[in-house]
């Protein structure tokens, strides 16, 4: 078995509160987004790019999503937890979708391609002996606080934040689903 496909069968996402300094340098980065940005793009219309928060960008961003959690009700808890996990961080990057309307290629795929950008960043991360995880909630999807404080424009949205850093532990497995329970062989 190859290391290619042995990593892919083995890699596990990291907890972004397991993660510690130091992140990647900027050689580093350049690398990882790099082998992000090589996933299928019908057309080359390249409909993501990236937003990388490293040092006091990720206190602004801790901070910016603080208040927002507070303007939405989410209690002060709630809002202190995610202010908390930001600046907690060494780094994070923003994939950010950047569909392109009237390009001749149906949003889905587009979608699709800055997903595939997202698992490609991360693998790329993990690959390259860093931690690293995908998420998106709440604020991957309030399109108004991304407009504003990320400077989005109209139809982009973050189809992922991957934070990369230093793994403080493995993470354990987890169970997958039995490859016969997800696939049906059309033979004929």
Same mark, same amino acid.
């Not at 604020?139 to 504003?148: C, G, N, T, W």
């Given at each position: 078995m190859t290391d290619t496909i042995n990593f892919l069968l083995t890699r596990r996402s990291v907890s972004g509160s397991t993660l510690v300094a130091p992140a990647p340098d900027r050689t580093a980065v350049e690398k990882i987004l790099t082998a992000g940005a090589r996933v299928p793009d019908h057309k080359a219309l390249v409909p993501w790019r990236f937003i990388v928060f490293? #040092?006091?960008?990720?206190?602004?961003?801790?901070?910016?999503?603080?208040?927002?959690?507070? =303007?939405?009700?989410?209690?002060?808890?709630?809002?202190?937890?995610?202010?908390?996990?930001?600046?907690?961080?060494?780094?994070?990057?923003?994939?950010?979708?950047?569909?392109?309307?009237?390009?001749?290629?149906?949003?889905? =795929?587009?979608?699709?391609?800055?997903?595939?950008?997202?698992?490609?960043?991360?693998?790329?991360?993990?690959?390259? #002996?860093? #931690?690293?995880?995908?998420?998106?909630?709440?604020?991957?999807?309030?399109?108004?606080?991304?407009?504003? =404080?990320? #400077?989005?424009?109209e139809g982009e949205y973050v189809a992922g934040f991957i934070h990369v850093g230093t793994r403080t532990t493995d993470p354990n497995e987890r169970d997958r689903p039995p490859l016969d329970s997800i696939t049906n062989w059309l033979d004929a």
């Open positions: 490293r #040092g006091d960008a990720l206190q602004r961003m801790g901070q910016a999503l603080h208040d927002r959690a507070l =303007e939405n009700g989410f209690g002060a808890k709630r809002a202190e937890m995610v202010r908390r996990s930001w600046q907690n961080l060494p780094m994070s990057v923003a994939v950010v979708a950047s569909p392109k309307p009237d390009a001749g290629i149906p949003d889905v =795929e587009q979608t699709l391609s800055a997903g595939a950008v997202c698992v490609s960043v991360l693998n790329a991360a993990l690959a390259m #002996g860093y #931690g690293a995880n995908w998420i998106t909630g709440w604020m991957a999807f309030d399109i108004e606080f991304l407009q504003r =404080e990320l #400077g989005l424009a």
